[in-house]
């Protein structure tokens, strides 16, 4: 059988929340009307029961009104517990609901999550390339300085601490940040290190602690 939606199923479950109110609140008005009704019989009683033929007539009037509106004080209350009764496997259909509208849901984000996946691998075995070849590079570079007498130590921390600063900043929890030096863009610092005219980094600041 095929579930309801939530929507409808809500539209069913007020409905009958607004029936229950209704009633509450007519077995309410009714509750009160027996206690006036109780006060009369109480101010009635001594001259109904000592002979007064019209106090009995009313005494008998209110009698009959009394339990008159006592049953329909139970018939309301039945009408609730019947309300409540009904309200029961509606939220148990509901709950099937959101759970069939959550699989729906489920089934999309996986969907979307795996090809998320293939597409990281695929920018991972790109990165990593990258990384590799940018390694070299900082090798070649730290030979040449001293090649020509400007010596600097290129080390791929510097780089490293830099990827792990953004993916901490994108996924807080996740990471360690490092120090904030390595908020800046890790290109702007290696641009920067690279001057061998003495107005770049100190030659200490490659990375390493």
Not at 69 to 95: K, T, Y
Not at 153 to 176: N, W
Not at 182 to 202: I, M, P
């Amino acid at each position: 059988m095929k579930t309801r939606s939530i929507k409808e199923l809500d539209g069913e479950i007020e409905k009958r929340k607004k029936l229950i109110a209704k009633f509450e609140a007519d077995r309410v008005a009714r509750g009160k009307r027996v206690e006036t009704l109780r006060s009369k019989r109480e101010a009635l009683s001594l001259a109904a029961k000592s002979g007064d033929i019209e106090a009995q007539k009313k005494l008998d009037a209110i009698h009959e009104e009394q339990r008159k509106v006592e049953l329909e004080i139970e018939d309301f209350q039945s009408a609730i517990n019947g309300a409540n009764r009904e309200i029961e496997p509606l939220r148990a259909e509901r709950e099937l609901s959101v759970q069939a509208d959550a699989l729906v849901k489920f089934d999309a984000e996986s969907k979307l999550a795996v090809e998320q996946a293939h597409a990281i691998e695929n920018h991972a075995t790109e990165l990593i390339k990258l990384l590799v070849e940018h390694n070299t590079a900082l090798g070649k570079l730290t030979t040449l300085s001293n090649t020509a007498g400007r010596p600097k130590l290129f080390r791929f921390a510097a780089c490293r601490r830099g990827l792990l600063y953004k993916l901490g900043e994108a996924l807080p929890g996740e990471y360690t940040r490092p120090d904030r030096l390595y908020k800046r863009s890790y290109a702007q610092f290696l641009e920067n290190f690279v001057k061998l005219d003495g107005d770049g980094e100190t030659d200490k600041a490659s990375g390493d602690e």
